[in-house]
């Protein structure tokens, strides 16, 4: 549907550090407004007679919604393609599925099992691909997670860049899709990130060495640490995050999983065991199951996790505006 060679947003690490600062200020910008009743004038026709496709192999509930939503305010139509309405993967190429919808639309949205399959749909496309969820990545969540991260610390959040520089992410659980885009962000953002994962669930090789390659040309990125002890990532965080131990397509492996994190689970007691900063705050980018968060810290003021949810709206806006409307130019 458009012509030259679209830009893709697959993964956090497509991004310049700049960039992604931008993103998450365009969509603190556009809640602002939009809250105000004072949307940006043109935001509610910038997609007008355009339509995005939203192919999702897996089950969702915020990036269904808030892509949706997002499209509505903008004034386009979001079309919802689920694994069951369309011929993908079951009796159609990748290839020819791209060729196809992408000469017809005008932005793919793709939630995938495996990476190579939003990768393959972005290399065949003649329109912007979005990653709604792979495998490896989950670019919209980590926008979202730096808005909620931006509005939560707001005394540090003046300067050029996120100003985020000295705070301290701390991951206990999986090393899963959530994460490597999360710790790349914070290495882009100077934010310290230290990550607990039981032995035999570490950060494999490869997205280690994603997380790290994102310091390149940063004056002050932030470090990546990993061990095996919860208490020890959770010293003098400012953020304890985590998310589910079993993610979609683990499903079989859930037993195995859940003797193995035993010990992991988000209390208030192991924040204080760990000595978290006095006002730590929890992040989860959901769905949660009780099992890697207690419902004491959860549901408690030190919970951001529905702002958090709510900001996926506002991060669908910024990345659809960057990549559809401005095709790129960020
Ligand atoms: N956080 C997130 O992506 O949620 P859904 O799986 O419900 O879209
Ligand atoms: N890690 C989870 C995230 C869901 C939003 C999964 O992949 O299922």
Redesign the pocket.
Known sequence: ASTGSPRHLLSIGDLSPNEFATLVRNAAKHKQAVKATQPAMSLSTSLSNKTVAMMFS?????????TEAAVTLMGGHPMFLGKDDIQLGVNESLYDTSVVISSMVQCMVA?VGPHSDVAGLAQSSSVPVIN??SDDY?P??II?DFLTIHEAFPSQAAGVDLGLQGLKVAWVGDANN?LFDLATACVMMGVDISVATPKGYEIPEKMRNVINSASKGVGKPGKLNETNVPEEAIKDADILVTDTWVS?GQEEEAKRRMAAFAGYQITTELAKRGGAKEGWKFMH???RHPEEVSDEVFYSDRSLVFPE?EN?LWAAVAALEAFVVNKGQI
């Open positions: 897996k089950r969702s509930t915020r990036t269904r919604v808030s939630r709604a969820l989950h919209l969540q979202a959530v979609m980018c959901l769905p949810a996926r």
